[in-house]
């Protein structure tokens, strides 16, 4: 709908404008810039308060399978040149700077090893110009240019009020850095952000399940958490920390305050998750993601305290291990949730099978409160039946819905097959990751987007679109999503991000799925 001044609505005062144009979309908000002086000066704050930096070729799995070597070093300098370009304005004009209060650096320079230096100048430039940041997100994969400490400490010479941090980190051992996302030069030991006396969430990206006593820097390590969570015992509200250091160091994590969100990861044994859940009573949402496969001890830990976390909003527990591994019962989960009157979000993946997954149906059905789910489907054969019971057990006003979906032998129609995941009437987001069936329909995401009513976003191994609906109930599919915006979790909707933070997605698959598409800018508003 048009939100342009027409009748009486020119004469409404700024004040109401004030309201109106920071909730109409982007596109909307555009085109306010070119009204009138009143609609730039409210929009132009709101379109960017948020920028998003590309110094690199950011879908470069998408350019390796669709481009030549020498264009994709073309479009790598093209983009850095962008993005340069616009730390440079923010730089340099006081007035657009103080506009920006969250800034996501996506840095992927492989090739482009002359513009490296150039490219760095201009962030520290930019960093040091960002007097009202209150969020700094950066993702980086074996890129040339490191956004290390040196950029944290030119950001922290700007004093910004910061309470969101994401920020990536490599696990160096011996000089020999892990594929990890993150700075080269830097260990999590280094990282220093005694500046920022405002932190409320922090998330670092560490190596996957990390747990090395014989590592000496290790040591180094749980130091940093324990002086963090020290220092921000009284600011510090959400935590989220990759291996095991969080479980390593649940001492760190009692002395905080007021810390309501807590994501970890565990490799080894589940005494620390009990410790855990006893000394940090007071979590809204508590996540915990598994390598090991250790999901018998996990219930049975659930099981222990199910009167524990007594005003938990937000529970996860997600187990990297093939779905195809030995099952395990879910009693202990059912016991757990039965306890949280207030549980609103619910992500449970793991190996676990259709058979056991009907235990918790009958608290899924009850719940008046759960809107967000993530949960797999297993089984060697899924019948009508099966889909029937399934589809009577789904809360009707869930509003995000993530499934994995790995059936050999689907025995239901394509119409029916459909229907179970679409016919929730709240629906806004779903994602569906569906291994291939040996028989039965595949999920269609045209299909899928057209049977829910209200469905803003749809996703398909990989592959995200945004729902568009004419005034004529005609539905279109967006363009996919590009890579880098998947990657990051960039899906602008808390409850989106939180379902779809632990969760595995094929990216490579996805930048071949996605088709060739214009090259990323180095400005996204």
């Known amino acids: 709908m048009s939100i342009l001044p027409h009748q009486g609505q020119a004469s409404l005062p700024p004040e109401i404008w004030d309201i109106i144009i920071p909730k109409t979309s982007r596109a909307g908000q555009r085109s306010?810039?070119?009204?009138?002086?009143?609609?730039?000066?409210?929009?132009?704050?709101?379109?960017?308060?948020?920028?998003?930096?590309?110094?690199?070729?950011?879908?470069?799995?998408?350019?390796?399978?669709?481009?030549?070597?020498?264009?994709?070093?073309?479009?790598?300098r093209d983009n850095i040149t962008r993005a340069s370009a616009l730390l440079e304005h923010i730089a340099h004009d006081v007035v657009f700077a103080s506009y920006v209060r969250k800034m996501a650096v996506y840095v992927f320079i492989n090739d482009a090893e002359?513009?490296?230096?150039?490219?760095?100048?201009?962030?520290?430039?930019?960093?040091?110009?960002l007097h009202n940041l209150t969020t700094f997100v950066v993702s980086q994969y074996r890129s040339l240019l490191d956004v290390d400490q040196e950029c944290i400490?030119?950001?922290?010479?700007?004093?910004?009020?910061?309470?969101?941090?994401?920020?990536?980190?490599?696990?160096?051992?011996?000089?020999?850095?892990?594929?990890q996302d993150g700075p080269m030069n830097m260990s999590l030991g280094d990282l220093r952000l005694d500046a920022f006396d405002r932190l409320e969430s922090v998330t670092l990206h560490l190596e996957a399940g990390y747990r090395l006593d014989d590592f000496i820097g290790y040591d180094r390590e749980k130091d940093f958490l324990c002086a963090l969570t020290s220092a921000?015992?009284?600011?510090?509200?959400?935590?989220?920390?990759?291996?095991?250091?969080?479980?390593?160091?649940?001492?760190?994590?009692?002395?905080?305050?007021?810390?309501?969100?807590?994501?970890?990861?565990?490799?080894?044994?589940?005494?620390?998750?009990?410790?855990?859940?006893?000394?940090?009573?007071?979590?809204?949402?508590?996540?915990?993601?598994?390598?090991?496969?250790d999901h018998e001890n996990i219930m049975q830990v659930f099981a222990r305290n199910s009167s524990a976390l007594p005003h938990l909003t937000s529970l996860r527990h997600t187990g990297y291990v093939s779905l195809r591994e030995n099952t395990f019962s879910l009693d202990?989960?059912?016991?757990?949730?039965?306890?949280?009157?207030?549980?609103?979000?619910?992500?449970?993946?793991?190996?676990?099978?259709?058979?056991?997954?009907?235990?918790?149906?009958?608290?899924?059905?009850?719940?008046?409160?759960?809107?967000?789910?993530?949960?797999?489907?297993?089984?060697?054969?899924?019948?009508?039946?099966?889909?029937?019971?399934?589809q009577a057990h789904l809360p009707s006003q869930i509003r995000a819905l993530r499934v994995h979906i790995s059936i050999k032998s689907l025995e239901v129609g394509a119409d029916m097959w459909h229907g179970l995941w679409t016919h929730l009437p709240?629906?806004?987001?779903?994602?569906?990751?569906?291994?291939?069936?040996?028989?039965?329909?595949?999920?269609?995401?045209?299909?899928?987007a057209s049977r829910a009513p209200r469905l803003q976003v749809v996703g398909v191994n990989g592959r995200f679109r945004e729902v568009e609906r004419g005034s004529d109930g005609s539905v279109a599919l967006s363009a996919p999503w590009p890579m880098f915006k998947i990657a990051a979790r960039d899906f602008d909707c808390d409850d989106w991000e939180w379902l779809m933070f632990e969760a595995t997605l094929p990216l490579w698959e996805v930048s071949g799925a996605n088709g060739p598409r214009a090259p990323t800018t180095g400005l996204v508003t």
């Open 332 to 390: 202990g989960l059912v016991e757990f949730v039965r306890e949280k009157a207030l549980l609103r979000r619910l992500d449970f993946a793991a190996s676990y099978r259709w058979e056991e997954l009907k235990a918790l149906l009958p608290f899924l059905r009850s719940s008046k409160t759960l809107d967000t789910l993530g949960l797999s489907l297993q089984a060697d054969v899924f019948r009508k039946d099966d889909a029937r019971h399934l």
């Open 153 to 179: 400490d030119a950001l922290a010479s700007a004093h910004p009020p910061l309470r969101e941090l994401h920020f990536p980190m490599y696990l160096n051992i011996a000089g020999d850095a892990c594929s």
């Open 232 to 293: 921000r015992r009284d600011t510090l509200r959400c935590l989220k920390i990759g291996g095991n250091l969080g479980l390593d160091c649940p001492d760190a994590l009692a002395q905080v305050l007021h810390l309501r969100d807590l994501e970890l990861q565990y490799s080894e044994g589940v005494d620390e998750v009990e410790t855990v859940i006893q000394r940090c009573p007071n979590l809204h949402s508590f996540g915990l993601a598994s390598y090991t496969g």
């Open 426 to 448: 709240e629906l806004r987001f779903i994602y569906v990751h569906e291994e291939p069936h040996e028989r039965g329909p595949v999920l269609d995401i045209e299909q899928l």
């Open 114 to 129: 002359d513009k490296v230096l150039g490219a760095r100048r201009c962030l520290l430039s930019a960093l040091k110009s």
């Open 32 to 76: 306010c810039l070119f009204v009138c002086r009143l609609f730039y000066g409210i929009a132009v704050r709101t379109l960017f308060s948020s920028i998003y930096v590309h110094l690199g070729l950011c879908d470069w799995r998408w350019a390796y399978r669709t481009r030549t070597r020498g264009e994709r070093v073309q479009l790598e």
